[in-house]
């Protein structure tokens, strides 16, 4: 399968007979994106198509629950509690 890339910064890609698409290498080197990544697939309601990764949803779940509690540390409080369950064996 060959991937172009157009002068207006897209990519030209098939569909493979089993369904698949493949993600030209230089796009999975900008995404930081290694075999085995899993991506979300969703419509959009213009007919395009959106991929995010699972790692980079993962960065903004992280981002809004830190902007909720920003004086909160879960893993100082998480190795916290480990060393008082530890301390009391």
């Given amino acids: 399968m060959i991937n172009r ?31 085995g990544d899993r991506l979300t697939l969703q419509v959009q309601n213009d007919g395009s198509l959106r991929l995010v990764s699972l790692r980079e949803q993962l960065k903004q779940v992280r981002g809004i629950l830190k902007s909720l509690a920003p004086e909160r540390n879960l893993t100082d409080e998480l190795i916290q509690d480990r060393r008082e369950e530890a301390a009391c064996e």
Avoid: A, H
């Fill in 5 to 35: 890339k157009t002068s207006d910064g897209y990519f030209t890609i098939s569909l493979e007979p089993e369904g698949r698409l493949t993600l030209p290498i230089s796009v999975q080197q900008q995404l930081g994106l290694q075999p």
